[in-house]
Nanobody, 123 residues
Framework: QVQLVESGGGLVQPGGSLRLSCAASGSIFSINAMGWYRQAPGEQRELVATITRGGSAEYADSVKGRFTISRDNAKNTVYLQMNSLKPEDTAVYYC?????????????????WGQGTLVTASS
């Protein structure tokens, strides 16, 4: 199958920056869209940004101009550069990938989630 491992979360002061990484591993044939979602306490999970295999990105209005999503297809890794962080950005951030995996009968499509990494923007 496929595993996603996130890293880079932590505590930062408002106005600061963090860079999240998410590396996929396993019986991967290819990965199509990848993305970042977040969930604040008591809130539903929401989309932050997505990126296609070709590099086309989309962002939630709340992060446009502050966050940048990118990916390295050779490393099956997606990144989220977060600048000008605000207290309302505080949440657990989850990586998501739509993968094509190799199985005994050929290939199958999987949607995979990471375990989440906590980002806290607070003074």
């Amino acid at each position: 199958q496929v595993q996603l491992v996130e890293s880079g979360g932590g505590l930062v002061q408002p106005g600061g920056s963090l860079r999240l990484s998410c590396a996929a591993s396993g019986s991967i044939f290819s990965i199509n869209a990848m993305g970042w979602y977040r969930q604040a306490p008591g809130e539903q999970r929401e989309l932050v940004a997505t990126i296609t295999r070709g590099g086309s990105a989309e962002y939630a209005d709340s992060v446009k101009g502050r966050f940048t999503i990118s990916r390295d297809n050779a490393k099956n890794t997606v990144y989220l550069q977060m600048n000008s962080l605000k207290p309302e950005d505080t949440a657990v951030y989850y990586c998501n990938a739509n993968a094509v995996v190799v199985v005994a009968a050929g290939y199958k499509y999987l949607e995979v989630w990471g375990q989440g990494t906590l980002v806290t923007a607070s003074s």
